[in-house]
Nanobody, 113 residues
Framework: QLQLVESGGGLVQPGGSLRLSCVASGAFTNYYTIGWFRQAPGKEREGIAC????????NYLDSVKDRFTISKDNAKSTVYLQMNSLEPEDTAVYYCNAGSKYWGQGTQVTVSA
């Protein structure tokens, strides 16, 4: 099985930046498509970015595509989400997903003045 651990969340002012990390451990850690999801209080969980095992054609939610960048370091089995120009609407718990099957516990991102 695969285990995922997110980190890097916190409190940031509007316009600020954060970099989230998702560290994968277990069998075949670099063979999955990895996605970042988020869920705000009272709202549905939504997919915001994903990257394949061969690093082709990353996909982004329209509302974040010009501000967020997904990348990965295969040697470290880690996927990153660089978030720039953060807005209060980005406040949510951010989750890492692997292969549409495995989930991390999430990391809180709060954007507020």
């Amino acid at each position: 099985q695969l285990q995922l651990v997110e980190s890097g969340g916190g409190l940031v002012q509007p316009g600020g930046s954060l970099r989230l990390s998702c560290v994968a451990s277990g069998a075949f850690t670099n063979y999955y498509t990895i996605g970042w999801f988020r869920q705000a209080p009272g709202k549905e969980r939504e997919g915001i970015a994903c990257i394949s095992s061969v690093d082709v054609s990353p996909n982004y939610l329209d509302s974040v595509k010009d501000r967020f960048t997904i990348s990965k370091d295969n040697a470290k089995s880690t996927v990153y989400l660089q978030m720039n120009s953060l807005e209060p609407e980005d406040t949510a718990v951010y989750y890492c997903n692997a292969g549409s099957k495995y989930w991390g516990q999430g990391t809180q991102v709060t954007v507020s003045a």
